[in-house]
């Protein structure tokens, strides 16, 4: 079964979930084109480009800064991933761009979302060296003794923890900083750590309310951040050159990828090193 091969609902939709409310994986995974997703997210979707034209570029942007850097720490000798916040495994995640350079590269996958991690399970269940657990963010201690998690990662061996285009998701009353720092605590030194994260730096005379208004009618509230505060996100890491920028300026393909306007992706990310 290919990655990207459509599934009908009752293949991969646990019998409980409430497919009328949308996810915020789902949303994504419509943004970037896929196929996972359901009424409800595509209306929220739907609403957000209606604004905002420019939000599928925004998706894309974010995820060809997740195969930069996922190709940059396999080069870099890292053979773990820890991807929290993955959303749909669909072409192009995690796993495929790490095990096509390095084939024992192992990765687990973890996501609040039942839907996306019952779909995750499906089509990764002929791949030895991956694993989907259902799991909250804010519970890191939950995730690193997760039986999947210890079976898989050896915590005394550099891991990259993956946490891409998510802790907008979190809110300051969560202590983003603290679910950080708890979740990196135990890693091994040459641990790296991941963040892309939206902001409103870049938006001057763009209404962003309507936004956070579509995604608040749908149960969703986005937490936006500023430059600064992402960088606290990374406090007690060496950040790798060229820092925090925008997506489209971290590691480009080629000088020509960037864009004129990166600051148009909304999105700042960075690696960092955990010395």
Known sequence: MLPDEPLAPEDWVPSHIDTERPSPARIYDYYLGGAHNFAADRQVAEQMIA???????????????????????????????????????????????????????????????PVAVAHSRLILADNERTAAIQEDARRPERILEAPEVRELLD?????????????????????????????TAPLAAGSHLVISHLTLDGMKGIDTDTGMDIYRRGGIEISMRSRDEVAKLFSGFELVEPGIVWVPQWHPDAPEDVPANPEASAFYGGVARKP
């Open 155 to 183: 915590l005394e061996q550099p891991i990259a923890v993956l946490l891409v285009a998510m802790f907008q998701f979190i809110s300051d009353a969560d202590d983003p900083a603290g679910i950080v720092s708890r979740l």
């Open 51 to 113: 604004a905002y034209p420019d939000v599928p570029l925004m998706a894309r942007e974010n995820r060809a800064f997740l195969r930069r850097a996922v190709e940059f720490l396999v080069d870099s000798g890292v053979r773990q991933f820890l991807d929290i916040g993955s959303g749909v495994p669909t072409v192009g995640h995690v796993h495929e761009i790490a095990q096509r350079i390095a084939p024992d590269s192992r990765v687990v996958f973890v996501d609040v979302d």
